[in-house]
């Protein structure tokens, strides 16, 4: 196998290359990766004294001289049926004895190999392969898809007979990249260390991705710190990739250590990878998610932290490398806070919400922005609108799924800018059509577990930067029950009414954090916001005074999302609620 390296961590498979896989299945079966899986595999049958291992003549005392013949007994039933092979190959009669056991013992060897998330990094330097990505991921990708199924069906057809039914799974890799060297001009010496890392510049997914990452929340705040994370780690760069992020209007340089690469390479149904103009510039900002070791702990409560390097106008961010911090939700969400803190500092106001632009039919529209906490049900009542507004409705464009920022243009229209072209919402909350509808897209996490969550492209990079005029206002309320007191939708009467409910950010704990029941959090951002209050605080009496002046509405939505029995029904009464008000303002 042309292979440069190949590396498992736990769950996961990376193997890093050039521009080729095996070619043949004599390549793979003679490959080093190969001998790892089906030594680790016997291991495990070992363990639970398995009736698999009665393929070998000595079960309880299997030795590396064993394991070899088998790979060499492999070799040859690819080319000739199981009873022929003792002729060529000594010792191999053993595992002809009983072709029925031999055919289970390679079907579970081969679901032990699919367990794994299985990652390919095609390391492009001065080959040009990121010129010729479709050749590369057919030549990487699927040459090793179709290579490991074709090994896998000749051994079953030579061990016992043809099967009648062929599943295509994705039996070689899930995942490919090309990745290659960039040279940032970082401002500051500190960063260049940065540049031995090498850049993602293509993603080919094979959807849907299912991923089991060590933690299912997220627990505590980003604290900011007064000494530069890069001062304390060292960058072991054959350990690291770096995927370039458009976050909003900025580039954010998220750099993964190698035992988050599943999350890390999950960014790519999130935010769209910058373009090789924009990597020509200092980026925004740099994070690096999954420093080793614990040179992070102790400079704050939590050691999830940024640093602000106001003289080389970089914002850093940086995450441990332990299993409390392998979920997605820390990797999203640090992003989100490098893009808030930096849109407070140029005057815009970050918020943490989802907005939407809804064509009617009759060419009537109506841009709809929706701010709340993680779990207040913004997503899944845009989302419901898709089921609940097909009458009316002509198109939802999404702007914002989760953060986003506003802006006051030279006419004092306030404009809603997005930071996301995809959307991480969880599994539960969905409608179930929608969700399963989306699934040939989307990379799952925990799917077994509370707070299940998919990653789903929901709209493009145009849409979420070219802004758009809010006519609509509403903070998620999801823990009141519907009243006479208490509507689906209830308009505030000024902008001391409204601040004052935003500002509370009052939400009902959904599990999707370690917080539990009702919780109130600044402007329900912990993002930025909270962490530099007093710049927010000017900023938001600015905007709130902003949209009471150029007549927009302003109000509170309840979609009871927390409430028992409500978590499918209430988002979609709540979408009603707010068609029925966005019909009566249009007419």
Known sequence: MSMISSKINDKQIIIKLK?????????????????TILTMAVKELSKRKSTLLDIFENKDDIKEEDIKILIDTFHYICKMPVNLVSQVVKGSEQFSREPELLNDFVQYLYNYWRNFNRFIVCQSEGDGLEARPYRTFHSTIEKLNHLVRKTYRDLQINITHHPKVFRQVTAGAELAAISTSVAVPFSGKIYEKLNQVQMIRQVCIYPPLVLDPPMNKRTGKFERIDQNPLDLVDIHADEWLCYPAKVGPLVINIYFQDRFFELGFS????????????????PDAVFLFGV???????????????????????????????????????????????HNIRMMKTGKMPFHGAMARIILKGNKEANVLVMGDTGAGKSETLEAFRVLGEEYIQDIIVIADDMGSLSINE??????????????????????GYAFGQIDRAIIMNPSQKNARTILPVTTYDKIVKGHKVDFLLYCNNFDQIDEEHPIIEEFSNATEAINVFRSG???????????????????????????RQIHEIIAKKYFEAFFQQGIFVGQMRTR??????????????????????????N
């Open 506 to 532: 009052a939400v009902m704990s959904k599990g999707t954090t370690t917080s539990t029941g009702l919780v109130q959090t600044y402007f329900a951002n912990v993002f930025g916001p909270s962490q530099y």
């Open 411 to 432: 006419k004092g229209e306030v404009i809603g800018y997005g930071t996301e072209i995809g959307a991480y919402v969880r599994l539960d909350d969905l409608n179930p």
């Open 267 to 282: 960014l790519c149904n999130l935010f769209e990878i910058a373009d090789d103009d924009e990597l020509e510039k200092q």
């Open 19 to 35: 521009n080729r896989v095996c070619d043949t299945s004599e390549e793979l079966l003679c490959s080093d990766l190969f001998a």
């Open 292 to 338: 080793p070791g614990k040179v992070l702990d102790g400079l704050t409560k939590l050691p999830t932290v940024f640093y602000e390097d106001n003289e080389n106008e970089m914002l850093v961010a940086a995450i441990p490398n332990r299993d409390e911090f392998g979920y997605f939700g820390y990797l999203k969400k640090m992003a989100l806070t490098l």
């Open 561 to 586: 999302l927390s409430i028992a029995g409500w978590e499918r029904k209430g988002p979609e009464e709540a979408a009603r609620g707010l068609l029925e008000m966005i019909l009566s303002k249009s």
